[in-house]
């Protein structure tokens, strides 16, 4: 593995969830200002303002972006002009502080909603939700879920268990419900996972928050690598460039997105926007 890191944009609030566009330009969340930001230059273009404070984001198959806005508890979606609530509750209840979100082979999402809860508080929840908006909640009972994956062949999930320090596998139903959960893998210190990424060879790449590293499982969920993060604080991972082998990471400490080459390719996700 190549861990040279390079600096790819700094003076960021709070980055998050990126992601890229048809054109593969990455874009990012900035939590702390509000703002969905194209990264060009060294610098952060304002995109979008979602109104409170986004978390996670991806591009769909048509270049539409969603966004889970944990600030306003809202799923929106924006196609360059409007931007639209498509789920701000379930139950009759607000929805639990969005976090993270991937769209699945039916283009329908999973997205985790940790509002509330801890490791005393187990009261997280994963959504799965329509394009139109029909929500519904798929598995409950966690620890602060927070980011999440979807394998090759769409079998399995992998959803970061913050605050128990862990990866946890889910199988996916034809249905688009959930079996499990399973332990996957362990992830002590720190505050835990957070944001991640496959590649094409089944090994899931975990932004280790407040440890200052990417940690690496292979599909048995073994411990295979640490990469640097720049800082102590990643929050997320996404794999780009020409040929999907550069890994950006977003990290806090120093509010910046950076940039290395692990030596794999990404796995494209499904109703990804690039050609």
């Not at 593995?1 to 790819?8: F, H, R, S, V, Y």
């Not at 890229?20 to 303002?49: M, N, P």
């Not at 404070?53 to 806005?69: H, I, Q, R």
Request: with cysteine.
């Amino acid at each position: 593995m190549n861990d040279e890191l390079e600096l790819i944009a700094d003076g960021l609030a709070f980055p998050e969830g990126p992601c890229f566009d048809a054109d593969g330009s990455l874009y990012l969340v900035q939590c702390d200002s509000g703002w969905v930001s194209r990264i060009e230059d060294g610098r952060a273009h304002d995109y979008v303002h979602t109104g409170s404070t986004p978390n996670g984001a991806v591009f769909d198959e048509m270049n539409v972006l969603w966004v889970a806005e944990a600030g306003a508890n809202q799923l929106l979606r924006y196609d360059g002009s409007d931007l639209a609530e498509i789920a701000g509750s379930w139950g009759g209840e607000p929805l639990r502080k969005p976090n993270d979100l991937v769209f699945a082979q039916d283009g329908s999402i999973y997205m985790t909603g940790p509002g509330g809860s801890g490791a005393e508080d187990r009261v997280g929840v994963i959504y799965h939700v329509s394009r139109e908006g029909q929500i519904e909640v798929v598995a409950d009972g966690m620890a602060f879920p927070n980011g999440l994956a979807l394998t090759a062949d769409a079998s399995l999930l992998y959803v970061a268990e913050t605050r128990a320090h862990r990866v946890l596998a889910f199988e996916v139903r034809a249905d688009g419900s959930l079996d499990g959960p399973r332990p996957f893998a362990e992830m002590p210190g720190g505050t835990g996972g957070d944001g991640m990424a496959l590649d094409v060879d089944g090994n899931l790449y975990v932004a280790h928050y407040g440890m200052g590293e990417i940690a690496v499982f292979d599909a048995e969920g073994k411990r295979i690598g640490t990469l640097p993060a720049g800082g102590e604080r990643p929050t997320n991972v996404a794999f780009g460039g020409d040929d999907l082998r550069d890994l950006f990471v977003t990290e806090v400490e120093t509010g910046a997105v950076y940039r290395l080459r692990p030596g794999s390719e990404g796995l494209r996700p499904f109703c990804d926007p690039r050609k």
